[in-house]
């Protein structure tokens, strides 16, 4: 089985609680106005991966993890391959942080089997359309203040301590890129 994927980040603090393995998947069809990762809408782009080589790339990173957070684009437009990676980590102890732009009783509705066991295995799920007209950066991971975080295990149970954390990179082939929330003026005010 494979997945299609714009990006993967092995080890980040920045994209949920603790150290964790990001994966942002390519393809959405939601399309929130004023998205700012509309380069993740088009199901063509990206790079294509075998399950089984995600997996192992998350196993070889465990020790220095905390847990995986999916984004995008949309996970749950490729369920059976999210379903696949959530179930095959969950026994390492990692914790599961998934970013939808779907509301929780929206997912339950769809009334999938694979969507609930997706749901089963995921510790944090932070549901909800981006809305541009409620931009909203004062909770960590979120941009506007509709997004909930919902805590489907008992792993966390509060967020209030984190910030907002960008962190700026320089890729294998030189290019800088940031990955985070900030406050996009500020970030520009920097360069």
């Known amino acids: 089985m494979t997945i299609k994927i714009h990006k993967l980040v092995e080890c980040t603090f920045s994209e ?3 150290k964790r393995f990001a994966i942002w998947v390519q393809g959405c069809n939601i399309h929130c106005a004023g ?3 509309r380069e993740m809408w088009d199901h063509t ?3 294509e991966y075998e399950v089984s080589e995600i997996v192992e790339k998350i196993r070889q990173n465990m020790m220095r993890i905390e847990g ?3 984004l995008g684009g949309e996970p749950f437009e490729q369920i059976q391959a999210i379903r696949e990676i959530v179930t095959s980590i969950k026994p390492y102890g990692l914790s599961v942080l998934i970013f939808t732009g779907y509301r929780y009783e929206e997912l339950l509705g769809f009334d999938d089997p694979n969507i609930m066991e997706i ?10 359309r981006f ?3 409620d931009y909203d950066l004062s909770r960590p991971w979120v941009g506007s203040a509709n997004q909930r975080y919902l805590f489907l295990s008992d792993r966390y149970s509060d967020f209030t301590l984190e ?3 960008i962190e700026i990179r320089i890729t294998k082939d030189s290019r800088i890129e940031m990955i985070g929330m ?3 003026e500020v970030v520009k005010s920097w360069f």
């Open 35 to 37: 998205c700012a990762n």
């Open 119 to 128: 749901l089963h295995n995921t510790d944090v799920l932070v549901d909800g």
């Open 16 to 18: 949920g609680p603790g």
């Open 182 to 184: 900030a406050n996009i």
């Open 45 to 47: 782009a990206g790079k």
């Open 163 to 165: 910030k907002n954390r």
């Open 131 to 133: 809305d541009k007209d």
């Open 68 to 70: 995986v957070t999916f």
